[in-house]
């Protein structure tokens, strides 16, 4: 068994902690947009904002694109999140069963 070159060793450990640092963000993002589902349920405003995340999007595109990501796969990750925070802004304003 060979040993794990010291530089494979940093890579690794620094992925690890931008991954920690993804999760605690993401963590954070859910926490505001759960604040935004409640506001939009108390004043009857609809779980989607299609306008909103449309801006979004093309916003987070331009960002990947400075920052030497892909803006598709920006996109699609932007649209995995809108899709989870919709489906939590649907079960607060009770729309949606809260087991699917």
């Given at each position: ?65 400075e920052a030497g990501l892909d803006p598709v796969f920006a ?26």
């Amino acid at each position: 068994m060979s040993e794990t070159p010291p530089e494979l060793q940093r890579l690794r450990q620094s992925i690890d902690n931008i991954d920690a640092a993804l999760i605690h963000l993401l963590a954070e993002r859910f926490k505001a947009t759960q604040g935004v589902g409640v506001l939009k349920a108390q004043i009857d405003l609809p779980p989607a904002d299609p306008a909103r995340e449309e801006r979004q999007i093309a916003r987070l595109r331009g960002l990947a694109d400075e920052a030497g990501l892909d803006p598709v796969f920006a996109e699609k990750f932007l649209n995995f999140v809108i899709a989870e925070v919709i489906h939590h802004h649907e079960q607060i304003a009770g729309r949606s069963d809260p087991a699917s």
